[in-house]
């Protein structure tokens, strides 16, 4: 593979002189809401180029625009990227003269940004500001624009902030501060294996029927959706806004397959390049995150399947692998809800360079976005100090998703005695024939439910990620109707609606399953505030109050009954002993409420 860049600047160096002065004068295409939180993009007129050109565009140039806030001075950092015609999502373009940067303000008020444009040797992959010379062009260019408030509501992300890791087991929203549970889509991992995308992944001989055309969520496609081309992108949106409408809030998907299970999603313009970037291919998976965060779906990078892990620089944080972060963050680091997953199934990675990968993307990424890796290995290596990871993507491997519960916990807990708390998230329940089954299969989805969804929930985890067996029919590689699932995404809806409607500060509570007789139920508790006890079976809780007062009442995991007010609800005054029973033997959530409630071994004493 030929790293180095092909330099032929001196035939050029006169045009581009004049071209500097001249472009200094126009200045920046600002584009875009101009509000706290939106998508602010900057255009440039740089050199003439394509995907294809020596010097290679996307190594041989690095634009950097620096953001500063005039009143606070908060200041970022944030990479371009080569952007072809300005419209390669639309024209197909493969070359041009833009080049582009976004930027997500979080500050109203005056903004303003310098810019640097070098050329050189790899100078895309160095940090060394000096690295290389003046590319000319946008070159100390400098400018300003005015930022408003935001104005939007509801599930858009544009209202409510950039999501952050806090110190918690649980990620934060920066605008309103409200903390975040997920539940939603970790399959197709080959999401992003679409028709409708430019490039020849759909024609080149590897593994071509995988290829989607997401046909049954056409019908899901709204008036006013976005999508390229002349209507191209419906399936896709669409599957989106059905998966949003059910009230999910997150899917994953491979940016990189090149070696794994599927092969057909790669940002590069052919499957054996590793320098080159196909840029309208990119710009329409823009399409489709930014339409995404519109709707509230967080966004879940796993950069790399496990077929993979290596094949960047054989797992060094070389020319290839820097670059290939670069263009991820450059082109969509301004998503205010997502993570970067190390890579899916890691297990011949060495500490050092799975240590090295977090900490580019922490140090590059100007928003430092939530760092997670998958377990194939356990990167119990990776534990307080030892990373910049801020979580963990747990997979499992038991069918019936009984090991969700005790993994999660296992995560938190050493992440907590490491001294820097884990957000645990379970992005493969179950296992890998079977897990989440149709719904034709699996009616009642008691063991999904039970295990998986209240199992991590219970635990302290930051919520799951559905997937979808490779014996079974609509599949983590084949899946292309979300529906084949419906039913678990109401139950998983019932879920996040009880915590956000009873507003259970679930970021501030932690499992304590041993406060039960009953080692099968959960017990997730705020001390001396709430307890809420789930019991798989039904049963009784036993309660003892010997000061204040507390009230209860229960909630249907299965069916949501409860959300509009908790049912066989109940109060209890100091000097009273009493015992509640579940209303059948089905799987129940009891909720506790009071003041100085106090839980013994096998029984709750409120005091």
Request: aromatic share 14%.
């Amino acid at each position: 593979m030929v790293r180095k860049c092909m330099m032929r600047w001196s035939t050029v160096c006169v045009v581009l002189t004049v071209v500097t002065f001249c472009r200094a004068v126009v200045g920046a295409q600002v584009s875009g809401e101009l509000k706290k939180w939106h998508k602010v993009t900057l255009t440039f007129d740089g050199p003439r180029t394509s995907e294809t050109a020596e010097p290679n565009p996307f190594l041989c140039y690095r634009l950097n625009v620096s953001f500063t806030h005039q009143n606070s001075g908060k200041s970022y950092l944030v990479p371009g990227y080569f952007a072809a015609d300005g419209d390669a999502a639309n024209t197909g373009a493969e070359g041009g003269d833009k080049w582009r940067v976004h930027f997500a303000p979080d500050e109203v008020g005056t903004w303003k940004y310098s810019v640097s444009f070098r050329k050189g040797e790899n100078v895309a992959v160095s940090d060394d500001k000096a690295a290389g010379e003046s590319a000319g062009f946008m070159y100390g260019q400098s400018g300003s624009f005015e930022i408003a408030d935001t104005d939007k509501r509801g599930r858009d992300f544009r209202g409510k902030g950039v999501l952050q890791y806090v110190g918690k087991g649980h990620l934060r929203f920066a605008e309103t501060g409200e903390y975040f549970l997920k539940c939603g889509a970790d399959a197709p991992e080959n999401f992003l294996a679409y028709k409708d995308f430019d490039g020849d992944f759909k024609t080149d001989g590897h593994k071509d029927h995988f290829i989607k055309d997401w046909a049954p969520h056409v019908k899901d496609w709204k008036p006013g959706d976005p999508t390229w081309q002349n209507g191209k992108g419906k399936g896709i949106i669409g599957a989106i806004n059905y998966l949003a409408s059910k009230g999910m809030n997150v899917f994953s998907f491979l940016p990189l397959n090149i070696k794994g299970d599927d092969q057909n999603v790669f940002p590069y313009t052919t499957y054996d390049e590793r320098l080159r970037m196909d840029i309208s291919r990119l710009d329409q998976w823009e399409v489709v995150f930014e339409h995404a965060d519109k709707l509230g779906m967080y966004l879940h990078f796993k950069t790399l399947e496990t077929e993979n892990e290596l094949l960047l620089d054989k797992g060094d944080l070389g020319v290839e692998r820097k670059l290939y972060y670069r263009e991820l963050i450059a082109r969509f680091s301004h998503h205010l809800a997502l993570n970067w997953n190390l890579g899916e199934e890691i297990n011949n990675a060495s500490t050092a360079q799975k240590a090295a990968w977090a900490d580019y993307f922490w140090t590059h990424d100007p928003y430092q976005h939530h760092i997670v890796i998958h377990n194939g290995a356990n990167h119990y290596d990776l534990l307080g100090s030892a990373s910049k990871l801020t979580g963990f993507s747990l997979q499992t491997n038991k069918p019936d998703f009984s090991r969700v519960h005790s993994q999660t916990r296992n995560y938190i807990d050493r992440s907590v005695a490491a001294g820097k708390p884990w957000v645990v998230a379970c992005d493969e329940p179950g296992d890998a024939s079977h897990a989440l089954i149709t719904d034709a299969e699996d009616p009642t989805r008691d063991n999904a439910r039970k295990n998986g969804l209240w199992g991590n929930i219970m635990a302290g985890g930051a919520g799951l990620e559905w997937y979808f067996g490779y014996k079974h029919s609509h599949s983590d590689l084949t899946c292309q109707d979300y529906r084949t699932r419906g039913k678990m995404w109401d139950q998983c809806r019932y879920a996040l609606e009880f915590f956000k409607k009873y507003e259970i500060p679930f970021w501030d509570m932690k499992c304590g399953d041993e406060l039960t007789a009953n080692s099968d139920d959960y017990v997730f508790y705020k001390p001396g505030e709430i307890y809420l006890i789930y019991l798989k079976h039904g049963g009784k809780v036993r309660l003892e109050v010997a000061a204040g007062k507390f009230t209860y009442g229960w909630f249907n995991p299965r069916t949501g009954d409860g959300l509009d007010g908790l049912l066989k609800t109940g109060s209890a005054d100091a000097g009273r002993k009493l015992e509640v029973a579940a209303p059948d033997n089905n799987d129940w959530l009891l909720v506790i409420r009071g003041k100085g409630i106090k839980a013994g071994q096998s029984s709750f004493s409120l005091e």
